[in-house]
Every structure is written in C-alpha cells, then in structure tokens.
C-alpha cells in the first residue's frame, strides 16, 4: 500500500472533458449550479454581486490544467477586466 498520489477523474467544469486529478492540489472554481457560473458571475462575463444564497448553494468544481492556463493568459492579455478571483 502506498501512500501516494490518489487520482480521482473528474469533469472539467469549463470544457467539460474529463481527466484525472488530485484532489488535494486541483483548482477549483465556486459555481452556482442555478446558472453554471461562479456566483456573482453573469452569462455576459461581467460581475455583480453574489448573493449569500447563490454562493450556498454553489459548490467547488474542479478545473483541468490547460483551462487553467488559458485562464491565466486570458486575464494576463486583459488585466483592465476583473476576472473570478477564485484562481491563486
Ligand atoms: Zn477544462
């Protein structure tokens, strides 16, 4: 029995594929799952808001490393815009 890496496989909350992570190190990101986007979050991109009960009901989701990076070349080209803060 080993003590290392547990793998779980899971979908991506953003392109929806599957792959396999852990669980202890993975990015994840709040959704409401009312709209399928972080509380707070409008299907326009834009913020408003979150309301106590949309981040209640909201859950941690994971996100694959290559959404992860397009995040943050997306956010490094466009620094003006306020992007989720929910990335480290
Ligand atoms: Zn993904």
Same mark, same amino acid.
């Given at each position: @029995?080993?003590?290392? %890496? &547990? ?5 991506? /909350? @953003?392109?929806? =594929?599957?792959?396999?992570?852990? #669980? +202890?190190? /993975? ?5 409401? !799952? %009312?709209?399928?986007? #972080?509380?707070?979050?409008? /299907?326009?991109? $834009?913020? &408003? #808001?979150?309301? #106590?009960?949309?981040?209640? +009901? $909201?859950?941690? %989701?994971?996100?694959? !490393? &290559?959404? /992860? $990076? +397009?995040? +943050? =070349?997306? =956010?490094?080209?466009? %620094? $003006? ?8």
């Amino acid at each position: @029995m080993t003590d290392g %890496e &547990r793998l779980t496989a899971g979908t991506c /909350v @953003m392109c929806k =594929q599957t792959f396999t992570f852990d #669980p +202890r190190s /993975v990015p994840t990101v709040l959704i409401d !799952p %009312e709209t399928g986007l #972080p509380p707070g979050m409008t /299907v326009l991109g $834009s913020l &408003r #808001p979150a309301t #106590p009960e949309a981040v209640a +009901r $909201s859950t941690d %989701e994971p996100i694959c !490393p &290559r959404c /992860v $990076s +397009r995040a +943050r =070349q997306f =956010q490094a080209a466009s %620094e $003006s815009t306020p992007m989720w803060g929910t990335w480290p």
